[in-house]
């Protein structure tokens, strides 16, 4: 894997140090307004429309990859603000009526790899950046229903299928967590006219 204009790529555990010191993993705490300026895939209007987590105040910052919350004035909506170079990105998502249960891919989340049961990971497509976005054109990836990633690989939530992790230690599940989103985030950044799956 090359080293991208953002840094250094995760390439594995074996880069994990050299991955690791160039990022600063914990989120620090944001407020509305801050958030609401961050999403580069809506329009103005509608960040400002966006419900934002009744709990914000006293979410769990030092263990927080990125913000991620569900809707809850609008259960098929999802949102995901992260810190990326210094700057707060922030990506809306929807909930896919794709239902794709009976596929392993479904049970494992893509951002953080957790294995769930049921319901426990979704499918999300986000609108991508620009133009191409504002033609329809998304991003759909599998990630945890409650955007919990970050907890779910501290260890600090359990899904209820419980510990399902492999043999890698935590800040190697967080640097993959983060690759991950980053990878993500890079997709929906992308102003091309195709609709993918991350
Ligand atoms: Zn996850």
Known sequence: MADTAAGLAYA?????????SER???MNPVGEKEIRGSF??????EARRINLP??????????????GWRDPGALDRGYLVAERGGELVGVTLRLSPEVRRS?????????????HSGTGVALFTAPRVGASGRQGNTVGTYICADLACSLYVRGKKKT??????????AEERIVRTVANLEAFLDKVAEDTLSSTMA
């Open 160 to 169: 209820d299928l419980g510990m399902q992790f492999e043999t890698l230690t």
């Open 54 to 67: 009744r709990d914000l105040p006293e979410f769990p910052w030092a263990d927080l990859d990125f913000l």
């Open 103 to 115: 596929f392993t891919k479904s049970t494992v989340c893509s951002i953080c790899v957790t294995a």
């Open 24 to 26: 600063s993993w914990i």
């Open 12 to 20: 594995g555990p074996e880069n994990i140090t050299a991955y690791a």
């Open 40 to 45: 580069v895939n809506c329009s103005k209007g």
